[in-house]
């Protein structure tokens, strides 16, 4: 089984920044792509940007020029540096990560973090 633990949530005025960190634990082989998600209330989950193994990552439209996912493969961690924060990026921020553990691929997901961007 794996676990994701997140953390790096909280409250941030516009404009301001924060970094969000995902770190898997568990029979891991091999973490094929890592990534964030978020959901705002009443909204559906989307995909805010994700990174593979190999370093290719997508970004949402909306986050372009602001958002940066990286990865230290080392230690199966993801991070989201997350700048010029907007009242639009207030949702709940999920990690997710496609994990090999010998068992075939298997999709995990965190507990959640609050970002809530206000004045």
């Known amino acids: 089984q794996v676990e994701l633990v997140e953390s790096g949530g909280g409250l941030v005025q516009p404009g301001g920044s924060l970094r969000l960190s995902c770190a898997a634990f568990?029979?891991?082989?091999?973490?094929?792509?890592m990534g964030w998600y978020r959901q705002a209330p009443g909204k559906q989950r989307e995909l805010v940007a994700d990174?593979?193994?190999?370093?290719?990552?997508y970004y949402v439209d909306s986050v372009k020029g602001r958002f940066t996912i990286s990865r230290d493969n080392a230690k199966n961690t993801a991070y989201l540096q997350m700048n010029n924060l907007k009242y639009d990026d207030t949702a709940v921020y999920y990690c997710?990560?496609?994990?090999?553990?010998?068992?075939?691929?298997?999709?995990?997901w965190g507990q959640g973090t609050q970002v809530t961007v206000s004045s």
């Open positions: 990174m593979t193994g190999g370093g290719r990552t």
């Open positions: 997710n990560a496609q994990v090999e553990s010998g068992l075939g691929p298997s999709d995990y």
């Open positions: 568990g029979r891991i082989f091999r973490i094929n792509v």
